[in-house]
């Protein structure tokens, strides 16, 4: 029997805010274990929660990007449970009327995954397990947490990434999140099953639990897959359980029968009131929000006339994409642009582990030095060399170029003398040229713009070489 994947995801976002959900408390992450920490997010009795107004606004304005339904009236709730990392013994959370409502996210090539809801909470514990003991640091307890949750609409691991990607790109272009999965800002549930194709009814499904790494989430999809395939296959019926993934064995292991929502007792959170949002509060945020990537890399490759792999590199980073735009404005060259930030840029920011907005290199710098480039004022291996240094130092590229007089040499009378003394010193390279090697005429070209001290238009000394070997 042929069966068809469903998967849906639960995906945690850590909000930036700069304290807790509940609590003064700050978010700073690597701080020594349990040193951010009061009597609420403790659960100390008597010590009562203070709702932190930043991650309502981030929540909304996180849904508003999704296109949620933003509910003016909203409420917490406490899901009790008993767990090492969770002092106070339950969870604040909202279960009955949750923030956000509906949404979607579009998947490249079309296909459009539907939210079910977006609820805020607070965050637990972090357990360390060492031989013989655990460990649990509360600092991460009481973080602000927004639980996207999506309908099962996703039906290959591959969809499930791209639907990930796509979602991180949004919460991190809305300022809503860093995203940062080394640092736990984004963790998914993945809840999995199969069913008979052609058939409308869900299987029974499996979730695997906190998974942080996207390739890990790929890989525990491939092996639940087809490990429920072998179940059904074999005539084993699939338990609803919760498993875990061991990225090291590259299998998932049980953890626990599934829970219910009555297991849990929800019931109103008595110490907080309900969120209260106007429609004027909500248009006010939605205002706030930038252009949606996937619109602006279309609208990057109108206004600039760039393809469409150079606007999705330079759309995935908000900050990279600014930079972009105020520099292919500048220059009046999209695509030559592009091509600088993707090659030239990239790299140097690589090389120096560092963001071009950190860097001394400012866009307007970057557009007026491709203007030179372009009018032909300098040549490229002149634009190369100077552009480390603005990185590091910034500048005015014109004022540098006419200082240090730099402005290429198009003057074939002047060029002309150092061709020929280049073709009379490598009399080999001349005979290696003329015998078919045309690798001889890029070393003869550079001898002459060794000569020129790099400033002569190396078009022109080609054209100058290739007439004198004729």
């Given at each position: 029997?042929?069966?068809?994947?469903?998967?849906?995801?639960?995906?945690h976002v850590?909000?930036?805010?700069?304290?807790?959900?509940?609590?003064?408390?700050g978010?700073?992450?690597?701080a020594t274990?349990?040193t951010?920490?009061?009597?609420?997010?403790l659960?100390?009795?008597?010590?009562?929660?203070t709702?932190?107004?930043?991650?309502i606004?981030?929540?909304v304005?996180?849904g508003?990007?999704?296109?949620?339904?933003?509910a003016?009236?909203?409420?917490?709730d406490?899901?009790?449970?008993?767990?090492?990392?969770?002092?106070?013994?339950?969870?604040i959370?909202?279960?009955?009327?949750?923030?956000?409502?509906?949404?979607h996210?579009?998947l490249?090539?079309g296909?459009?995954?539907?939210?079910n809801?977006?609820?805020?909470?607070?965050d637990?514990?972090?357990?360390?397990?060492?031989?013989?003991?655990?460990g649990?640091?509360?600092n991460?307890?009481?973080l602000?947490?927004?639980?996207i949750?999506?309908?099962?609409d996703?039906?290959?691991p591959d969809?499930?990434?791209?639907?990930?990607?796509?979602?991180r790109?949004m919460?991190?272009?809305?300022?809503?999140s860093?995203?940062?999965?080394?640092e736990?800002?984004?963790?998914?549930?993945?809840?999995?099953?199969?069913?008979?194709k052609?058939q409308?009814a869900?299987?029974?499904?499996?979730?695997?639990?906190?998974?942080?790494?996207?390739?890990?989430?790929?890989?525990?999809?491939e092996y639940?897959?087809a490990?429920?395939?072998?179940a059904?296959?074999?005539?084993?019926a699939i338990v609803?359980?919760?498993?875990r993934?061991?990225?090291?064995?590259?299998e998932?292991?049980?953890?626990?029968?599934?829970?219910?929502?009555?297991d849990?007792?929800?019931?109103?959170?008595?110490?907080?009131p309900?969120?209260?949002?106007?429609?004027?509060?909500i248009?006010?945020?939605?205002?706030?929000?930038p252009?949606?990537?996937?619109?602006?890399?279309?609208?990057?490759?109108?206004?600039?006339?760039?393809?469409?792999?150079?606007?999705?590199?330079?759309?995935?980073?908000r900050?990279?994409?600014?930079?972009?735009?105020a520099?292919?404005k500048?220059?009046?060259?999209g695509?030559?642009t592009s091509n600088?930030v993707?090659?030239?840029?990239?790299?140097?920011?690589?090389?120096?582990?560092t963001?071009?907005?950190?860097s001394?290199?400012?866009?307007?710098?970057?557009?007026?030095?491709?203007?030179?480039?372009?009018a032909?004022?300098?040549?490229g291996?002149?634009?190369?060399?100077?552009?480390?240094?603005?990185?590091?130092?910034?500048?005015?590229p014109?004022?540098?170029?006419?200082?240090?007089?730099?402005?290429?040499?198009?003057?074939?009378?002047?060029?002309?003398?150092?061709v020929e003394?280049?073709?009379?010193?490598?009399?080999?390279?001349?005979?290696?040229?003329?015998?078919?090697?045309?690798?001889?005429?890029?070393f003869?070209?550079?001898?002459?713009?060794?000569?020129?001290?790099?400033?002569?238009?190396?078009?022109?000394v080609?054209?100058?070489?290739?007439?004198?070997?004729?």
């Amino acid at each position: 029997m042929e069966y068809e994947v469903v998967i849906g995801l639960e995906t945690h976002v850590q909000l930036k805010t700069r304290t807790k959900m509940f609590c003064g408390c700050g978010t700073a992450f690597g701080a020594t274990p349990n040193t951010h920490v009061c009597p609420v997010c403790l659960g100390y009795p008597g010590a009562l929660p203070t709702l932190n107004g930043q991650a309502i606004r981030l929540t909304v304005m996180a849904g508003l990007m999704l296109g949620c339904d933003i509910a003016e009236r909203s409420r917490f709730d406490r899901k009790n449970y008993f767990y090492p990392d969770s002092a106070k013994n339950y969870q604040i959370t909202q279960n009955g009327a949750p923030l956000c409502l509906g949404g979607h996210v579009d998947l490249p090539g079309g296909r459009r995954i539907r939210l079910n809801h977006i609820h805020l909470e607070e965050d637990v514990g972090k357990l360390t397990h060492r031989p013989g003991c655990s460990g649990v640091d509360f600092n991460r307890g009481g973080l602000p947490l927004m639980e996207i949750v999506s309908e099962p609409d996703l039906r290959s691991p591959d969809e499930a990434i791209a639907y990930l990607t796509a979602l991180r790109e949004m919460m991190v272009y809305a300022g809503v999140s860093d995203c940062n999965l080394e640092e736990g800002n984004m963790r998914s549930d993945v809840n999995v099953s199969l069913r008979p194709k052609g058939q409308e009814a869900y299987g029974v499904k499996v979730e695997i639990k906190n998974m942080n790494t996207f390739s890990g989430i790929h890989a525990a999809l491939e092996y639940e897959i087809a490990r429920q395939t072998q179940a059904l296959g074999q005539g084993r019926a699939i338990v609803q359980e919760t498993r875990r993934w061991d990225p090291d064995l590259g299998e998932t292991f049980t953890m626990r029968t599934k829970e219910n929502a009555e297991d849990y007792r929800y019931f109103p959170e008595p110490d907080l009131p309900p969120v209260i949002l106007t429609q004027a509060q909500i248009d006010a945020w939605a205002n706030d929000l930038p252009e949606a990537p996937a619109a602006r890399r279309e609208r990057m490759m109108r206004d600039y006339g760039i393809p469409e792999y150079d606007a999705g590199v330079l759309s995935a980073d908000r900050a990279l994409a600014d930079f972009f735009e105020a520099a292919a404005k500048r220059s009046g060259n999209g695509k030559l642009t592009s091509n600088w930030v993707m090659a030239e840029v990239l790299a140097l920011t690589a090389r120096e582990g560092t963001h071009v907005k950190d860097s001394a290199l400012t866009p307007e710098a970057l557009g007026d030095l491709l203007r030179l480039l372009d009018a032909k004022t300098i040549n490229g291996p002149t634009a190369k060399a100077l552009l480390p240094e603005l990185f590091a130092r910034g500048g005015d590229p014109a004022a540098i170029v006419k200082e240090r007089g730099l402005a290429q040499v198009a003057d074939a009378g002047a060029i002309e003398p150092l061709v020929e003394a280049a073709l009379a010193d490598n009399p080999k390279v001349v005979a290696d040229y003329r015998a078919g090697k045309q690798a001889a005429l890029g070393f003869l070209v550079g001898q002459v713009m060794k000569r020129s001290k790099g400033k002569a238009s190396p078009q022109l000394v080609q054209q100058l070489l290739r007439d004198k070997l004729a």
